[in-house]
């Protein structure tokens, strides 16, 4: 009888040192939790900043080629210019030599 005590309490012993343990180890990896929780708001964060960014740098990127677009839209070929304007030189100075004439 006295070593069935012996290993009852022996076996008690036993688990509350692991129950003592698992509770270390939980509380070790709850820490462990909390830490990745808040290294995952740090990214999270990090990339909806640059993913802002990105949106902002795209529209102004958008932007700068609609105004290379309308520039040259609007840019005037002069060589072509003076060719027309020398034509209508050339009918102005037909008709003010027929106006001459009458």
Do not use: H
Not at 3 to 29: D, E, F, H, T
Not at 72 to 95: C, G, P, S, W, Y
Request: hydrophobic fraction near 40%; charged fraction near 40%.
């Amino acid at each position: 009888m006295p070593c069935q005590y012996y290993r009852i309490m022996k076996a008690r012993a036993g688990s509350s040192i692991r129950v003592s343990s698992n509770k270390g180890r939980i509380a070790v990896l709850e820490a462990e939790l909390v830490k990745v929780k808040e290294e995952r708001d740090l990214v999270k964060a990090e990339r909806d900043l640059l993913r802002s960014s990105y949106e902002r740098l795209r529209l102004e990127l958008d932007l700068l080629k609609k105004r290379i677009f309308v520039a040259k839209a609007e840019r005037v070929d002069t060589v072509q210019l003076e060719l027309e304007f020398a034509q209508k030189l050339a009918e102005i100075d037909q008709l003010s030599g027929l106006l001459e004439d009458d």
